[in-house]
């Protein structure tokens, strides 16, 4: 089979596993399902808050220079025209004039390897797009026959608090989840007193009118975003954004990720208030390298847009010298992350000559630590496994899973990659044991009950 082939193969069945296992739903499904909107389900919630929580802990909890924060969504309208995404927040996109399917023209101009600077006019994109449009195909029906690139500003409007129908001042969805963190900054020197540098941390969502959500979680119109702006003395960035950046190079192999699959990129074409970029890429499945988090050098951009638009001094006092602060950012996508996990951990294997499909997570990022299981459905057998479960709920989470027979309860464990499995059987009544199945090694071990509790929490560590 081709590489290529096998790796469709893969991405196509982890979507699949997704929705067979509760990971992730199609956003409302049931009425056809709303484009580049996804719900994370009973598993996927799990796998979610430990990717977040992970994070959290070394981002914050970790730390005694970075602060944590959770941001209004709903912000007054004129930040967007401070933080420059009114004006220059925008995709060009052009229409397939065979199959009306919708293209980003910066995206496939990048493909064939030419540069669209985000700060071209519509005019400058569209004698890029037309003189290179022999190689541009459309991804759907393969004509090259397009409409004019147009540009189209992705902020999401509401009407908050309008209530005169006429779309006055609106009021958007946020296009980036770190404004909340500038407009808050003034209030976290107030009561904090931190001392420069300091970082301040929130994970918070984002809505952008995507022109193509595509390739399931990776390119959604509503998503997560998990940010750190770090706040440094003018012209002190450049050996912090070192350290940022191997700082959360070391968070990814710590998080599970395998090296070969992650690698740095620099931006040719920055953003509107960047100075330096680089993205860190991760290697998936069927779509290969791209962007997962960007790290982003912003100097001064935000802080004196907010002060000019607000009136407001956002200056940081250091003993009487007085200084907009330079910031650092990182900007993770929390569900390229989540995808990033699924595909590592995605592991087919033959075992008795059937396929095994096993999700290999990390301890600590498992949705359910630990699967109760009564052999039989047999009161004599469910009510001590219930009282198991009861007993280590509150260490892990636990699952009590009774349908089905064993083996296909096992794997079933195995396809949300739950560590262990706890299985009650009628043994077990006389020898007061169970037996534990780790998922890697499919390895059966008989514990006692009463050293149960100190067996797992020692194999969960
Ligand atoms: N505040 C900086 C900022 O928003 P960005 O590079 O536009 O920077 C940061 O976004 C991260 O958010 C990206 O690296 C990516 O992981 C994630 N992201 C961006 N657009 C996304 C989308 N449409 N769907 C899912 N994740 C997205």
Redesign the pocket.
């Known amino acids: 089979m081709l590489e290529e082939n096998k790796n469709m193969d893969k991405m196509e069945k982890i979507m699949s596993l997704c929705k067979r296992r509760g990971f992730v739903f199609q956003g409302s499904e049931i009425y056809g399902g709303l484009a580049g909107a996804y719900d994370f389900g009973p598993i996927g919630v799990e796998l979610l808050n430990n990717i977040k929580k992970f994070w959290w802990e070394e981002v914050v909890q970790k730390r005694t220079d970075y602060y944590g924060l959770d941001s209004a969504l709903f912000k007054f309208p004129k930040v967007w025209e401070a933080s420059g995404h009114t004006t220059g927040f925008s995709d060009p996109m052009a229409e397939c004039k065979n199959c009306n399917t919708r293209i980003r023209v910066d995206k496939e101009l990048e493909k064939i390897g030419v540069g669209a600077d985000e700060k071209m006019s519509e005019k400058e994109i569209n004698q890029l797009f037309f003189d290179n449009l022999d190689k541009i195909k459309c991804p759907k029906c393969g004509k090259t026959d397009f409409t004019e690139a147009k540009k189209f500003n992705l902020l999401i409007k509401s009407n908050y608090g309008d209530f005169t129908g006429k779309d006055l001042d609106p009021v958007y969805l946020p296009g980036?989840a770190?404004q909340g963190i500038y407009l808050n900054y003034k209030n976290v020197v107030d009561s904090m007193h931190p001392k420069m540098p300091f970082g301040i941390a929130q994970i918070g969502k984002t809505f952008?009118n995507?022109i193509s959500p595509r390739n399931f979680l990776?390119?959604?119109r509503e998503?997560e975003?998990a940010?750190t702006q770090y706040f440094v003395r003018p012209n002190e960035n450049i050996e912090r954004y070192e350290e940022i950046r191997q700082e959360r190079w070391q968070w990814y192999l710590d998080l599970g990720l395998s090296e070969k699959n992650l690698r740095w990129k620099q931006h040719e074409n920055l953003v509107f208030y960047a100075k330096d970029a680089w993205?860190i890429e991760y290697n998936y499945p069927t779509y290969g390298f791209d962007?997962?988090?960007?790290v982003?050098d912003r100097t001064d951009y935000d802080l004196t847009q907010h002060s000019k638009f607000s009136g407001v001094d956002l200056s940081f006092n250091e003993d009487g010298h007085k200084f907009i602060p330079w910031i650092l950012?990182t900007?993770?996508?929390v569900?390229?992350v989540f995808l990033a996990v699924l595909s590592e951990a995605y592991n087919i294997e033959k075992v008795d000559g059937e396929e095994r499909v096993v999700m290999k997570f990390p301890k600590k990022l498992a949705p359910i630590k630990v699967a109760f299981l009564p052999l039989s459905k047999k009161e004599e057998l469910t009510l001590p496994t219930k009282k198991l479960f009861d007993q280590l709920k509150d260490k892990f989470m636990c699952q009590y899973d009774e349908t089905q027979s064993i083996g296909k309860r096992y794997r079933r464990q195995d396809e949300i990659g739950t560590p262990y499995c706890v299985t009650f059987d009628f043994e077990s009544l006389e020898d007061q044991a169970v037996t534990v199945r780790e998922r890697d090694t499919m390895q059966q071990e008989r514990i006692k009950i009463d050293e149960l509790e100190t067996y797992l929490i020692e194999k969960l560590k």
């Open positions: 980036e770190c952008r995507e990776f390119r959604c998503f975003q940010d993205d962007e997962m988090e960007g982003h950012e900007s993770m996508g569900g390229r």
